[in-house]
């Protein structure tokens, strides 16, 4: 399984960015998605994650900002990033996990966010 990141960038406090996972593989449909980050100096945190039958859950950080979706027909997870503050600075990565053996990380996607 490999995972790609994108849609990282410079983002204004208050704008918006969206963020992509695109994933290969056909079991990526079936299994948990989520989004880490870890900001400069950092221990890397989880952010969000969208199980195979949709549920969502946020970090309380995030939550009611950020929006995370998936779209398998694609085999891609987007995290919709509303409002983001300066603090949300950080690189982000995509994961897909499920099974013991099955736990894989994409490459992060950078996000600045200026005041």
């Known amino acids: 399984v490999q995972l790609q990141a994108s849609g990282g960038g410079l983002a204004q406090a208050g704008g918006s960015l969206r963020l992509s996972c695109a994933a290969s593989?056909?079991?990526?449909?079936?299994?948990?998605v989520a989004w880490h980050r870890q900001a400069p100096g950092k221990q890397r945190e989880w952010v969000a994650h969208i199980t195979s039958g949709g549920i969502t859950n946020y970090a309380d950080s995030v939550k009611g900002r950020f929006t995370i979706a998936r779209d398998n027909a694609k085999n891609t997870v987007y995290l919709q990033m509303n409002s983001p503050k300066p603090e949300d600075t950080a690189v982000y990565y995509c994961r897909t996990y499920g099974a013991s053996w099955y736990d894989y990380w994409g490459q992060g996607t950078q996000v600045t966010v200026s005041s």
């Open positions: 593989g056909s079991r990526f449909s079936m299994n948990t």
